[in-house]
């Protein structure tokens, strides 16, 4: 029997769009996000995507795909701008997939990265590769964000390249530094990475033996008259510092000339092949004997480069880079013509209608994020304007691109409301989801728990603070450093701030940002805005309170820099340097957010591991519902088509994971008791490193916590958990600095937690533990499915475009990355998706649906309720985008006992309305068991709005029809078979 809603997928119409109401982009009605990855190509990816238009997906969402490094796992390291990435199959199999895409009414939306570039592979990225053969000189110089005049004198003009294992002079006496020559140029191997030599310092290693050479040619000698002519040619090349742009042109010009004669030359001469590689061998020394590396040494000195130990770069590095990632250099993005060449291959996908939108990470990286989106946007609009049209055309209403930021918003942030773009990719949503499903009344009890239990520092705010200091003296203390000599610059400039010495600059600069309450202001030339004041004034006020003894007048200056306070009569250099160091100081405040607070507080701090995920905190406990809806309405306002996620490759554990830890606020003390015993059986796994038990405590409830959240319905294959718990506590404990770091590894506390997870999972006396673990887990499990239902139905409905992270569709209890990035079993979802038609497709007769239904809640642990929902939910918002995209919201509010317990609104558009009910926490309704029928929620019922009240609505799962009964609904009656409804008025005939 049908139901008379519209749930079959509509195959080969071609593109649905919807457009905003003002014209402009086409907007996704929901997005599935899938990893590009070798082994998940776009054949791959096209394959798959009758699935997932069958499960109701209206775009398709694709990590970057554009030329990243060979073998690159993730493509976030992109090294050519101009092709698509040849490991995911290349031009014609994206242009298949965006045939197979179209096909099914599909659009495709990609994740590009503005920021920066990977450099790792100085071969597979010809921009970087000529800067480091041609230094300042290159072209492509001003491409990258390079300091080429820094503090230390041996870094003038030169590219800091901290990658060797060891100290440099080791490195070099070893031999590990080779010489090759290829193709007429000198090139240097250092293991797999390879390097160019400067063209004009080539002759150095050419002159070896010439004499001996000379001596044994005739005079005549054709092939030694060549070779003596492309010496010369490179000794007279324009210096790598060269300015002037003809000269410039000249070396870019005369090098190539030369390599092309002198790999001419080496092809018919073979003496002068053996010479090359008979100078080649004396450069490359021999190891034991020092003095013969001191030609390559002197070669070296004279490259555009300096290489450096990794652990360098703590301190020297002299470019950006993507936080404290040396193989990512940040690009200068606000360059015009680096605009143009990062983005020609994306336009013209665009153009093609091959790409519908855009997701733009790490955008608090950029110079100016106003400014990129205000250009991005233009160059969106120009293409649709014809040949000729006038330039400075106003732009029309609306954005022509969809574009999403990854931009994380700290509690209480707003997005900056001129920001050409479309919203968020919705972290702000996410953890105000998941906090609906955390009790706010038993926060302060979890806390006393956690600081009984592991002996740890209970004011989060003070562990953030330490944790940023930490990263700043540490793996981003070049960059502090940087900051303060530009800041002492400045002082210099001025007769009133020259008395501030550089040391007490950097002191200042580190409490500063040590105190920073978001991830950066954005002040621009153009100006700044309240908030910015306000954000600064917070961290200078903050910072002074933490350190009394710290001059006044140096806060003062700094504002009065950042905020450009200064009287108008100031010198325009002065001011310059002023902007450009508070812009710098923009993008580093990001990183060492990012890097002190999520990934390293929060493996430091953790009473109730769901709270600590990317744009939370878990110092806040819980979120109300009435704070849920005062959200959605203001998103519905400001930002209607926003991306919303529970999932992405960057969150610290899945969304069902987070969704079953949210279980123990309802149930602190008996989460205290378990976690108890559970230390006590596991103790004989713990030992001694040194004076220090490990784990210590911290990490033993960091492991519980995380176990439970991991911990895989049904019959668990213990190997597999144990290898996947092992590797995420390894990460968590360098993340937190504690006992470990990535940078300073402390093997013996490593692998005694190695020991210890092996020990309680699988060893010898794990079966008391597994015990007393495993039916807590089942309990909390059953709980958290039904967490994960309710936050599922409400991210359908909800204001914005919801995000399905990669095999979401059934249970994610997925660890941080790379557990996260693992591949996707989309046969097995095709094959139960297709088992679930009838009910999708109405063929089950109604009296039997609702049964249906409740077998699979019973059975919840294959996953199948939520592939249902998931799948009824998606294709009811592709049946009615307009309502989804559009419609009004109307926050709803349960009466009875029960109330508290539901979370409800409605979506109307144009005579269409929606309704979603779902409970939050659950413990109190039924124990273990969803709550369901009119045995759990009583007399609780949902008034509507009068005019939402008149017409019945069809449960999009259970196929049930509910109707107002005296204006409201029943929710005994709603939710008999299913914990959550998401509701709708019937398809209008034709």
């Known amino acids: 029997m049908s139901t008379g809603m519209d749930t079959t997928p509509d195959v080969g119409t071609g593109p649905r769009e919807h457009l905003t109401p003002a014209g402009g982009a086409r907007i996704p009605v929901s997005t599935y996000r899938v990893q590009f990855q070798p082994a998940f190509t776009f054949a791959d990816a096209a394959r798959v995507s009758g699935y997932l238009r069958r499960l109701g997906v209206g775009d398709l ?23 698509l990435n040849a490991d995911l199959a290349g031009e014609e199999a994206f242009a298949e997939l965006s045939r197979a895409l179209t096909e099914h009414g599909m659009g495709l939306m990609l994740d590009f990265v503005p920021n920066h570039m990977g ?212 690009l200068r993005m606000e360059d015009a013509e680096v605009f143009a060449a990062t983005h020609g291959l994306l336009l013209r996908l665009v153009a093609e209608r091959m790409i519908s939108g855009l997701r733009l990470d790490h955008i608090d990286g950029l110079y100016d994020p106003a400014a990129y989106l205000d250009r991005l946007q233009a160059a969106a609009r120009d293409l649709g304007r014809p040949a000729g049209a006038d330039a400075e055309r106003a732009p029309g209403p609306g954005h022509p691109l969809y574009l999403v930021g990854e931009k994380i918003l700290s509690p209480g942030e707003r997005l900056p409301p001129q920001w050409a773009l479309h919203g968020t990719t919705g972290y702000e949503f996410l953890n105000l989801l998941n906090g609906l499903f955390v009790d706010p009344a038993r926060g302060r ?51 009133r701030w020259r008395d501030f010495t550089l040391n007490s600059l950097h002191d200042m600069l580190v409490e500063v940002v040590a105190c920073f309450p978001v991830y950066r202001t954005y002040v621009r030339p153009a100006g700044h805005t309240e908030e910015d004041v306000r954000l600064l004034e917070t961290a200078v006020t903050r910072a002074r309170r933490r350190n009394p003894t710290m001059d006044d007048s140096i806060f003062e ?58 744009g939370g905190s878990p110092e806040r406990i ?102 996947r718990l092992r590797a995420y506590m390894a990460k968590a404990i360098r993340e937190a600095k504690l006992h470990s770091s990535w940078i300073n590894q402390n093997g013996a506390y490593e692998q005694a937690v190695s020991d210890y997870v092996e020990g309680a999972l699988v060893g010898r006396r794990s079966a008391a533990f597994l015990e007393a673990f495993a039916p807590f887990a089942r309990r909390v499990g059953a709980l958290g499915a039904v967490n994960s239902l309710g936050q599922l139905a409400l991210k359908i409905a909800a204001p914005g475009v919801p995000d399905f992270y990669q095999g979401t569709e059934l249970w994610n ?16 979802r095709t094959a139960m998706l297709a088992e679930l038609e009838p009910l999708l497709e109405g063929r089950v007769p109604a009296g039997e649906r609702g049964g249906r239904v409740r077998e699979l809640l019973e059975r919840w642990e294959d996953g199948r309720i939520k592939l249902l929902l998931t799948a009824a939910g998606l294709r009811l918002r ?66 509507l709005p009068p005019d939402l009240a008149s017409a019945p609505l069809v449960d999009a799962v259970t196929g049930q029809i509910a109707q107002p009964r005296d204006g409201a609904l029943e929710l005994g009656r709603v939710l008999a078979d299913c914990p959550v409804a998401l509701l709708a008025t019937a398809a209008r005939d034709g």
Not at 568 to 575: F, G
Not at 578 to 584: G, N, T, Y
Not at 814 to 828: A, K, Y
Request: net charge negative.
């Open 557 to 614: 200056f700094f504002l009065d820099t950042m905020l450009d306070r200064d009287p108008a009569d100031l010198d325009p250099v002065e001011r310059r340097k002023r902007l450009e160091f508070a812009m710098k100081f923009q993008q580093y405040t990001g990183p060492v957010q990012a890097k002190g607070l999520e990934d390293t507080a929060f493996y430091r701090h953790f009473p109730l591991l769901s709270q600590n995920e990317v």
């Open 119 to 330: 450099v790792d592979d100085a071969a597979a990225n010809r921009w970087w590769w000529d800067v480091l053969e041609n230094g300042i000189c290159s072209p492509f110089s001003r491409y990258f964000d390079i300091d080429w005049d820094p503090v230390k004198d041996e870094l003038q003009g030169r590219v800091l390249l901290p990658f060797l294992g060891d100290q440099y002079g080791r490195v070099l006496e070893r031999g590990e530094l080779a010489l090759t020559y290829a193709d007429g140029a000198l090139v240097l191997r250092y293991f797999e990475r390879t390097l160019p030599i400067n063209p004009r310092r080539m002759p150095l290693v050419l002159r070896h033996g010439l004499e001996a050479l000379q001596k044994a040619a005739d005079d005549d000698d054709l092939d030694l008259r060549e070779l003596l002519s492309v010496m010369t040619a490179l000794d007279n090349l324009p210096s790598k510092a060269e300015s002037d742009p003809a000269r410039i042109a000249e070396r870019q010009r005369e090098k190539e000339v030369a390599r092309e004669r002198l790999a001419r030359l080496v092809e018919r001469s073979a003496r002068i092949r053996d010479h090359i590689e008979s100078c080649v061998r004396a450069f490359n020394g021999t190891p034991g004997d020092p003095h013969s590396f001191d030609g390559l040494h002197r070669l070296l000195e004279g490259q555009a480069y300096r290489l450096a130990y990794w652990r360098t770069a703590f301190h020297e590095i002299n470019y950006r880079r993507f936080f404290d990632v040396n193989g990512l250099a940040s």
């Open 61 to 83: 969402y694709g990590s970057p795909c554009l030329g990243a490094r060979p073998g690159s796992p993730h493509g976030y390291d992109i090294a050519d701008h101009s092709r």
């Open 622 to 723: 819980g979120h109300t519902a009435a704070e849920f809806h005062a959200a959605n309405l203001e998103r519905h306002r400001q930002w209607p088509y926003a991306m919303l996620c529970t999932a992405t490759h960057d969150t610290k554990r899945g969304e069902d994971a987070r969704a079953r830890l949210d279980v123990l606020s309802e149930i602190p003390e008996e989460w205290n008791r378990v976690v108890t015993r559970w230390s006590r059986l596991a103790a004989a796994n713990r030992t001694r490193v040194g004076d220090e038990w490990a784990p210590d405590r911290g990490d033993e409830y960091l492991f519980f916590q995380a176990l439970l959240g991991a911990w895989p319905p049904g019959e668990p294959d213990l190997v597999a958990l144990a290898g």
């Open 813 to 828: 209890l997925t660890l941080v990355d790379p557990d996260n990035r693992q591949p996707v079993d989309f046969e097995r």
């Open 445 to 495: 009890a979890l806390h006393r728990i956690y600081t009984r239990f592991t002996r740890r520092p209970a004011d989060f705010d003070e562990v953030t603070y330490q944790s940023k200091r930490t990263v700043m003296e540490s793996t981003l203390a070049s960059e502090i450093n940087l900051l303060a000599h530009a800041l002492n610059r400045v002082s210099e400039g001025d007769r």
């Open 878 to 943: 592709r049946a009615r985008p307009a309502l989804f995209l559009d419609g009004d919201y109307r926050a709803l509010a349960a009466e009875g006992a029960l109330a508290a317990h539901v979370v409800a609104f409605a979506r109307a558009h144009r005579g269409e309305v929606a309704v979603v009910v779902v409970p939050r926490l659950c413990v109190q309704l039924g124990g273990g068991a969803p709550p369901l029928g009119l045995a759990a929620w009583g007399d609780t019922r949902l008034p």
